[in-house]
């Protein structure tokens, strides 16, 4: 039987398909675009720089409501001394100012709204007494520019908003419609094509059968995809038979622009998969072993510049292997010049993680309050348990030169995204 030879780390494995990836300016991948609507554009990334085509905001605002005024005459104003003015008028809010102010002279002025002609800054209405329907008294001075934001302060016309390859975030929407800018060129969506193996398997309509279970992984790793930007393609499940995955995956590298096996990585006489990888095209297996638990069994390989993997079957494996190697192909792809980075947070272990050097671990743990502390308690269980990660919260990773972790000790857990 084949042994796995010269595993590689997992990050090592990601660089070495990703050094072999077409790429373009600035080190991403090529970018095929297409224009979406701003209000679609969560969580795409923009293919092209965006500009601003004016200068935001567009006129002086008040961030207070209050006074606007000349700044020059309320200089000296105190509680003791306060300084006299005339209300002449006022700017309604979404006007242009009709009025504008003299010396000692004020307006009304409200948040979000346009100052009047001549001021320069905004006294807020804490810091003035009514003296008659026409006189105020300002008992604390403003300096110019104070409770004001001014023309192009937040960005100015011309102004480079996002660069080429930028992750869209909710407040990046926001940004964007208040230029008028309601539809931008992005990133496609990757179609990833994810293929079920193996003899025992049946849908989860289906009730098994003695010795078959329902596919789990395919819905999974569809999820996986869906949340990393990507769009799968399911292909069905396909038994243990070289013809019939050959042709399956063959489709699959047809339909899409990333190729998933799920099974068939290991070295036993039913797994073909890295067989069928080699029969696809050049260059083929890149990588054929993680120095990961779990996970070793994982394929990284690339047929005509499609990125192809294999998972292992298990579905704690197939989820840290996607994890580590998937999703961040898949941001490369989409041409994203700073993917996000998992959330983590810090806890205190409590019990001892065994490992042994030379691989990392991902164990998963639960997230428990105790003493005031945040505690991270390892789920113990067989990768082909699902339930194992459902009752989880993130990993810790062991590192890959760590023969374990101490109860006790301050960990980084990985959270699930």
């Not at 297409?34 to 969560?42: G, H, I, M, Q, S």
């Not at 496609?188 to 193996?197: E, F, G, H, T």
């Not at 409590?350 to 743990?365: C, H």
Request: overall charge negative; charged content about 15%.
């Amino acid at each position: 039987m084949p042994e796995f030879f010269n595993v590689l780390p997992p990050t090592q494995a990601l660089q070495v398909l990703l050094n072999r990836l077409a790429v373009g300016a600035h080190g991403r991948a090529p970018l095929v675009s297409e224009p979406v609507p701003t209000a679609d554009a969560l969580g795409r990334v923009t293919a092209e720089a965006i500009h601003s085509p004016e200068a935001l905001p567009t006129f002086p605002r008040s961030t207070v409501d209050g006074f606007s005024l000349r700044a020059a005459d309320t200089f000296g104003a105190s509680e003791g001394l306060p300084a006299y003015f005339t209300v002449v008028g006022d700017v309604p809010m979404a006007q242009a100012a009709s009025v504008s102010v003299g010396v000692g002279e004020a307006a009304i002025a409200y948040t979000g709204g346009m100052l009047a002609g001549n001021a320069d800054a905004v006294v807020m209405v804490e810091n003035t007494q009514r003296v008659d329907t026409t006189t105020i008294e300002i008992v604390r001075p403003v300096a110019p520019g104070e409770n004001v934001v001014q023309v192009g302060e937040d960005i100015k016309i011309g102004e480079m908003v996002f660069p080429a390859g930028h992750l869209l975030r909710p407040q990046d929407l926001g940004g964007l419609t208040a230029l008028g800018i309601t539809r931008i060129q992005v990133a496609r969506r990757p179609r990833v094509a994810i293929l079920s193996l193996g003899d025992e398997l049946v849908a989860p309509d289906a009730q098994p059968a003695p010795g078959q279970i329902r596919d789990i992984n395919s819905y999974t790793v569809a999820a996986l995809v869906q949340q990393a930007g990507g769009l799968p393609v399911l292909l069905g499940i396909v038994a243990d038979d070289y013809s019939l995955q050959l042709a399956a995956a063959r489709r699959g590298l047809e339909l899409a622009d990333i190729l998933i096996f799920s099974a068939g990585s290991s070295v036993s006489v039913r797994d073909l998969t890295a067989d069928i990888i080699r029969s696809l095209g050049e260059p083929g297996v890149l990588v054929h072993g993680l120095s990961l638990r779990p996970g070793k069994p994982a394929i990284v390989g690339l047929v005509d510049r499609k990125p192809v993997f294999g998972l292992p079957g298990n579905p704690v494996s197939a989820m840290v292997v996607f994890d580590l190697l998937v999703r961040p192909t898949l941001y490369h792809i989409r041409g994203c010049a700073r993917p996000p980075a998992p959330a983590t947070t810090t806890a205190r272990l409590s019990r001892n993680i065994a490992s042994a050097p030379g691989r990392e671990d991902y164990v998963p743990v639960r997230l428990l309050a105790e003493n005031g502390y945040q505690i991270a308690e390892p789920v113990f269980g067989k990768s082909n348990l699902i339930y194992t990660l459902i009752r989880a919260d993130g990993l810790v990773q062991v590192p890959l030169d760590c023969g374990g972790l101490y109860a006790g000790a301050e960990v980084a857990v990985r959270l699930f995204w």
